[in-house]
């Protein structure tokens, strides 16, 4: 039972442009959603974050978008750069045995072509 | 910054052999976690522990235990390992401040398990 879906495992995007990736998710109970960067040999890292109780988070070329009605977000970059080609991982939390717990989706290999 | 280490990048081990996975952070936080990531999969949580001595299961513990007996560090054991546990494990720790709660992640450890 995923409860968190990247349903594109890859995306090439040209360098300049918007990069746009998707997370879709079923469990209303998630209140926190986050997005994960990850090149290899390396663990995630940390990208941009967003509450339940908002619409939109911006961070410098990073801006992630929650509709809660369809139960999706999305991660946009602008502009995209080779640098940012990576696995991107969404992940949601839900609070469990007094604790957090988070379920990360499958990523997303984003390609930025120079 | 905060630092997450593994202590080790990569391991191979026979089938059937006990294996431990150690994982230490520098900065204080409370929660701590244990993931595989396969591909395809994501990253799939085994354990996590919110406390000193506290633990508890995550999606796919089988096959797994851990130990902490210490604050700072979070032990994945493989009580006998097999074919099926060859994978990337990652840990990661957190604060267990309600906002914007992040992870962070140790560099991984790639296991073979032959």
Redesign the interface.
Known sequence: DQQVK?NS?SLSVQEGRISILNCDYTNSMFD?F?W?KKYP??????LI?I?SIKDKNEDGRFTVFLNKSAKHLSLHIVPSQPGDSAVY?C?A?KV????????????TRLKVLA | DVK?TQSS?YLVKRTGEKVFLECVQDMDHE?M?W?RQDP??????IY?S?DVKMK?K?DIPEGYSVSREKKERFSLILESASTNQTSMY?C?S?L?RR??????????TRLLVL
Not at chain 1, 99 to 106: A, D, L, M, P
Request: charged share 15%.
């Open positions: 990247q495992p926190y986050l994960y040999a390396e663990g995630p890292t940390f974050s509450s991982f992940a939390r469990t045995s007094g604790t957090y717990k988070y379920i990360f989706g499958t990523g | 997450v990048r929660n976690f993931y395809g999969l994501g990253l799939r949580l996590f919110y508890e995550g990652l990661a957190s267990s906002e914007k709660e992040t992870q962070y992640f140790g560099p991984g």
